[in-house]
């Protein structure tokens, strides 16, 4: 199966590894010299296969083992109190679940690393495009740059959620990141001072409207609608950026764009037609192309992560998390008879995690964004600016789909509050393992909730503390000088 739009070759592989990497990136074996059949920087543009190659090294970098290749959601979510580790393993996130990262931990550097990297990758390419605008045609160009914007976007959106204060602690007044918009080649650049988190947001949300604007309505197969981005992909991803700022009347007309009905079914009428899908383990188990699908992750048997850096081996073959009986999983919103209770296996009378239950070579592909996640995020801001009708159907579509015969306690409807209080639990049921419980807790300013067992525990970390971010990463401290 090829992903993306054409596989790249190794040579222009390493070529792009060359150019995104800053010296403030780790560097990995065998990329630090280029072989002498590989293009130059200088001819990299010149034709419109090469130029397609681009674009899909900076789909190649988002896809980074750290990042969204799936470890990048394991980090955020074993944060959360809903996972309980069994093997302190600091190779496999227990500095995470155990808030105890410091600037050297693996984990953070290659988090760091990869993030920039993808930055750093469309930089390249729309500074590129604008210096060789006759290779490909106008429209082309302008669809491959709202492509790079939109992951530019994304990485940004990761990281500085992550690596900064919440923005809703002081409407992103804090020092957030190193804010790189240009094409970097070499370390001529590396001192740069963080932007507010404030200007962070305020560059994810222009790439994102941006790219809105160029991006195709859909492409001609499903599985290009699910790995490329599209409109509807932007118009998602500003849902998630909106909701993390407490925009919610931004959050609803974003939402409105793709979720144009009051009541359900709801669905997309515009290009790529989005809709929940009958049971959820279809778009885990046998179909990872589905209309629910927004932005995935493909895996293929010659591109795919093995062992330790696979996100199914963590969880489900290697089981070193099983899932907290005193979270979610004991929670009545999450019945017995709830489909997604298949998501889960039983071992040694505990509770594991198979949402990604591919065996190894590990082809499950890793969700970005699914459209039952921007039902949610309407669903929430539809509550906090007053529409509970219209919040409750959003829910119960959501919820309904796994679970018909649940009926919510009459105290869920009665307000606001119980409204939200019932969305937040059904995240956590239906975004599990997709990373979201620490962002979610984050920008609703909340302590990350002690956890563990007889064996391990992590205690509480409050909202004030200094890990409740993660810290900045040394390969970031030793190069740049104004962090």
Same mark, same amino acid.
């Given at each position: 199966?090829?992903? &993306?739009?054409?596989?790249?070759?190794?040579?222009?592989?390493?070529?792009?590894?060359?150019?995104?990497?800053?010296?403030?990136?780790?560097?990995?074996? @065998?990329?630090?010299?280029?072989?002498?059949?590989?293009? +130059?920087?200088?001819?990299?543009?010149?034709?419109?296969?090469?130029?397609?190659? %681009?674009?899909?090294?900076?789909?190649?970098?988002?896809?980074?083992?750290? *990042?969204?290749?799936?470890?990048?959601?394991?980090?955020?979510?074993?944060?959360?109190?809903?996972?309980?580790?069994? =093997?302190?393993?600091?190779?496999?996130?227990?500095?995470?679940?155990?808030?105890?990262?410091?600037?050297?931990?693996?984990?953070?550097?290659?988090?760091?690393?990869?993030?920039?990297?993808?930055?750093?990758?469309?930089?390249?390419?729309?500074?590129?495009?604008?210096?060789?605008?006759?290779? !490909?045609?106008?429209?082309?160009?302008?669809?491959?740059?709202?492509?790079?914007?939109? %992951?530019?976007?994304?990485?940004?959106? +990761?990281?500085?959620?992550?690596?900064?204060?919440?923005?809703?602690?002081?409407?992103?007044?804090?020092?957030?990141?190193?804010?790189?918009? %240009?094409?970097?080649? @070499?370390?001529?650049?590396?001192?740069?001072?963080?932007? +507010?988190?404030? !200007?962070? &947001?305020?560059?994810?949300?222009?790439?994102?409207?941006?790219?809105?604007?160029?991006?195709?309505?859909?492409?001609?197969?499903? %599985?290009?609608?699910?790995?490329?981005?599209?409109?509807?992909?932007?118009?998602?991803?500003?849902?998630?950026?909106?909701?993390?700022?407490?925009?919610?009347?931004? $959050? $609803?007309?974003?939402?409105?764009?793709?979720?144009?009905?009051?009541?359900?079914?709801?669905?997309?009428?515009?290009?790529?037609?989005?809709?929940?899908?009958?049971?959820?383990?279809?778009?885990?188990?046998?179909?990872?192309?589905?209309?629910?699908?927004?932005?995935?992750?493909?895996?293929?048997?010659?591109?795919?992560?093995?062992?330790?850096?696979?996100?199914?081996?963590? #969880?489900?073959?290697?089981?070193?998390? #099983?899932?907290? /009986?005193?979270?979610?999983?004991?929670?009545?919103?999450?019945?017995?008879?709830?489909?997604?209770?298949?998501?889960?296996? =039983?071992?040694?009378?505990?509770?594991?995690?198979?949402? #990604?239950?591919?065996?190894?070579?590990?082809?499950?592909?890793? /969700?970005?964004?699914?459209?039952?996640?921007?039902?949610?995020?309407?669903?929430?801001?539809?509550?906090?600016?007053?529409?509970?009708?219209?919040?409750?159907?959003?829910?119960?579509?959501?919820?309904?789909?796994?679970?018909?015969?649940?009926?919510? /306690?009459?105290?869920?409807?009665?307000?606001?509050?119980?409204?939200?209080?019932?969305?937040?639990?059904?995240?956590?049921?239906?975004? *599990?393992?997709? @990373?979201?419980?620490?962002?979610?807790?984050?920008?609703?300013?909340?302590?990350?909730?002690?956890?563990?067992?007889?064996? *391990?525990?992590?205690?509480?970390? @409050?909202?004030?503390?200094?890990?409740?971010?993660?810290?900045?990463?040394?390969?970031? *401290?030793?190069?740049?000088?104004? #962090?």
């Amino acid at each position: 199966m090829t992903t &993306y739009i054409t596989k790249i070759n190794k040579p222009l592989l390493l070529l792009l590894v060359a150019l995104a990497g800053l010296s403030s990136c780790s560097k990995k074996e @065998g990329l630090d010299t280029i072989p002498e059949t590989t293009i +130059s920087s200088a001819n990299v543009f010149d034709t419109p296969q090469r130029i397609e190659g %681009l674009v899909n090294g900076i789909y190649k970098g988002l896809k980074a083992a750290s *990042l969204y290749g799936g470890r990048y959601l394991l980090y955020e979510d074993v944060r959360g109190e809903d996972f309980i580790n069994l =093997t302190a393993n600091s190779y496999t996130a227990y500095e995470s679940w155990s808030n105890s990262y410091s600037s050297g931990s693996n984990d953070i550097n290659n988090l760091w690393s990869a993030g920039y990297t993808t930055i750093n990758l469309a930089n390249i390419l729309i500074d590129g495009l604008a210096k060789h605008p006759n290779v !490909v045609t106008a429209a082309k160009s302008n669809q491959y740059i709202a492509e790079a914007k939109l %992951l530019r976007a994304l990485s940004y959106y +990761s990281l500085v959620t992550a690596f900064a204060r919440p923005y809703n602690e002081n409407n992103g007044a804090s020092k957030g990141l190193p804010l790189r918009l %240009l094409a970097e080649t @070499g370390t001529a650049n590396n001192d740069l001072a963080r932007s +507010s988190v404030a !200007v962070i &947001y305020a560059q994810i949300l222009k790439d994102l409207d941006e790219a809105e604007v160029n991006l195709p309505d859909n492409y001609e197969s499903a %599985l290009l609608n699910t790995t490329r981005a599209h409109k509807s992909t932007a118009i998602a991803l500003k849902t998630r950026v909106y909701l993390s700022m407490n925009q919610f009347s931004k $959050v $609803v007309d974003e939402a409105k764009k793709i979720v144009p009905q009051t009541t359900a079914p709801f669905s997309t009428l515009n290009g790529v037609k989005h809709i929940l899908q009958a049971n959820i383990f279809t778009i885990f188990d046998s179909d990872y192309t589905t209309a629910e699908s927004i932005l995935s992750m493909p895996m293929t048997t010659l591109d795919s992560y093995t062992g330790q850096s696979a996100i199914a081996y963590i #969880y489900n073959t290697n089981l070193e998390y #099983y899932l907290n /009986p005193n979270g979610i999983l004991g929670d009545a919103q999450w019945g017995a008879s709830d489909q997604r209770r298949q998501l889960t296996r =039983t071992v040694s009378g505990k509770q594991y995690f198979k949402k #990604y239950a591919k065996p190894s070579p590990f082809l499950d592909y890793i /969700p970005v964004i699914r459209y039952a996640e921007v039902l949610l995020n309407y669903a929430e801001a539809s509550a906090k600016v007053g529409n509970l009708e219209l919040s409750k159907a959003l829910l119960q579509a959501v919820h309904g789909r796994s679970d018909a015969s649940f009926i919510f /306690p009459e105290a869920t409807f009665s307000s606001a509050s119980g409204l939200i209080n019932a969305i937040w639990k059904e995240r956590r049921i239906e975004l *599990l393992g997709e @990373g979201f419980r620490s962002n979610d807790l984050q920008r609703n300013l909340l302590p990350i909730p002690t956890k563990g067992d007889s064996n *391990l525990q992590a205690p509480e970390v @409050g909202v004030t503390a200094d890990n409740y971010i993660f810290p900045a990463a040394n390969t970031e *401290l030793a190069t740049n000088k104004l #962090y």
